[in-house]
């Protein structure tokens, strides 16, 4: 859970038009996060999938990189977006998805009704990026972003100009010395301090969020707790199988677990919307006169909503998990 909210964090804190700016690394980052929700399957599905999302966004922006309001569906919120989710698959469209997945049946897995509700999800989940910039300009965005990297990194923006034109081996190889010299954990152990001093007061609910957070992360260990005895009846047979014999008996032990995995989404989602989101809701209602005060660390505070919503249409990306056991 913890690498999915640091993922989600550089998500949430560049939007879509900084993304552009900044580059390949920070941008596949934010990506990360949204492409754990399509099947992978069949690369051709995921890549159109991402292409409509963008020019959904697209659409959203106007001409200086402003969201766009409409008149009939008002003010986007986090809230309005996670009411949107689309009704859960059945049993049976999952089942059948993951027959395709497995027998890597390409065509099947374009047509399916599960391919159709992740690509949703995943679009509700690209849209929270411009929630709440609608007073700023995209070089007011795009700033926020800059110095959110530059705080948390501490890379210059011309370093970070520079990262963004390397190849990703390069990338890779100038992140990996800058790691090793110690740099990133001491940007980032003064950004935890700074910003822990600003948020004192907001400790309390800060703590009830994190303590509905972990009871959604609860329903996956009951979950877990159902499922061993059921795991152990096909784990002898699993263990010894291959190939396509294989993909048929962990085809039966899905179609078995699939009633306690739907059942652990449909509970984590309920906590995150009707427990964790409202207070998330004070949290950020407190969090506007903080940044008020603070105006050049937009993006050193996390927008708990966000961040909230993000976890919660990452969930359902376990529907189309299966959980196995060592023992």
């Given at each position: 859970m913890k690498k999915l909210i640091?993922?989600?964090?550089?998500?949430?804190?560049?939007?879509?038009?900084?993304?552009?700016?900044?580059?390949?690394?920070?941008?596949?980052?934010?990506?990360?996060?949204?492409?754990?929700?399509?099947?992978?399957?069949?690369?051709?599905?995921?890549?159109?999938?991402?292409?409509?999302?963008?020019?959904?966004?697209?659409?959203?922006?106007?001409?200086?990189?402003?969201?766009?309001?409409?008149?009939?569906?008002?003010?986007?919120?986090?809230?309005?977006?996670?009411?949107?989710?689309?009704?859960?698959?059945?049993?049976d469209q999952l089942v059948k998805h993951k027959e395709a997945e497995l027998g890597g049946k390409t065509l099947k897995l374009v047509a399916s009704k599960v391919t159709a509700f992740n690509a949703k999800v995943l679009e509700l989940s690209s849209r929270l990026s411009i929630v709440g910039y609608e007073s700023m300009d995209s070089a007011q965005i795009s700033e926020s972003a800059y110095r959110y990297a530059e705080l948390t990194t501490g890379m210059s923006r011309e370093e970070l100009e520079k990262l963004s034109a390397m190849s990703e081996d390069e990338q890779e190889a100038y992140i990996k010395q800058r790691y090793e010299s110690g740099q990133f954990q001491a940007e980032a152990a003064k950004h935890t301090l700074?910003?822990?001093?600003?948020?004192?007061?907001?400790?309390?609910?800060?703590?009830?969020?994190?303590?509905?957070?972990?009871?959604?992360?609860?329903?996956?260990?009951?979950?877990?707790a159902e499922l061993r005895p059921i795991y152990k009846k096909y784990a002898d047979k699993l263990s010894k199988a291959t190939s396509a014999e294989r993909n048929n008996i962990l085809l039966s032990y899905y179609t078995e677990a699939l009633p306690y995995i739907s059942a652990a989404v449909q509970k984590a989602l309920a906590i995150r919307l009707d427990e964790q989101l409202p207070v998330a809701e004070k949290i950020e209602a407190e969090m506007v006169n903080i940044r008020a005060e603070h105006p050049d660390a937009i993006s050193q505070l996390l927008n708990y909503p966000k961040l909230t919503a993000t976890q919660y249409f990452a969930e359902v990306s376990r529907l189309l998990e299966i959980p196995e056991f060592s023992n």
């Open positions: 640091i993922v989600a964090v550089v998500a949430l804190m560049l939007p879509a038009v900084a993304n552009a700016q900044l580059g390949g690394v920070l941008e596949k980052a934010a990506r990360k996060t949204a492409n754990k929700l399509i099947d992978k399957a069949s690369n051709s599905a995921a890549e159109r999938a991402n292409k409509a999302i963008d020019a959904e966004i697209d659409k959203q922006l106007d001409e200086d990189g402003r969201p766009v309001k409409s008149a009939e569906e008002g003010t986007v919120t986090c809230e309005s977006l996670m009411r949107q989710m689309p009704e859960l698959p059945t049993a700074e910003t822990g001093e600003w948020l004192e007061s907001l400790q309390p609910l800060i703590e009830q969020w994190s303590a509905a957070g972990d009871k959604a992360d609860k329903a996956y260990e009951e979950m877990n």
